[in-house]
């Protein structure tokens, strides 16, 4: 199972980026996936997760900014980034805790 994780991209501080995180089959419907970080010398570290019913959480630095979300008929989890920051700059990575996407670069600029 492979996870694609796209979007990514280079923006100025407050802009807005939408990644996207698609498989192929029935995983990501049936299984709850997240989206995890890491910048440069840090650990990866959480930023949303949506269960298959459809119950989001987040962490603390991204809520009210970023929103995760679903779209099962194409297989796809989105993770809409809005009022970005410098401190936002990582890879971005999808999973379902079993399988992980191979990251998508996002850079904000200050």
């Known amino acids: 199972v492979q996870l694609q994780a796209s979007g990514g991209g280079l923006v100025q501080t407050g802009g807005s980026l939408r990644l996207s995180c698609a498989a192929s089959?029935?995983?990501?419907?049936?299984?709850?996936v997240g989206w995890y970080r890491q910048a440069p010398g840090k650990q990866r570290e959480f930023v949303a997760r949506?269960?298959?019913?459809?119950?989001?959480n987040y962490a603390d630095s991204v809520k009210d900014r970023f929103t995760i979300s679903r779209d099962n008929a194409k297989n796809t989890v989105y993770l809409q980034m809005n009022s970005l920051k410098p401190e936002d700059t990582a890879v971005y990575y999808c999973?379902?805790?079993?399988?992980w996407g191979q990251g998508t670069q996002v850079t904000v600029s200050s």
């Open positions: 089959g029935r995983i990501l419907r049936t299984n709850a």
């Open positions: 999973s379902t805790v079993v399988y």
């Open positions: 949506i269960t298959s019913g459809g119950t989001t």
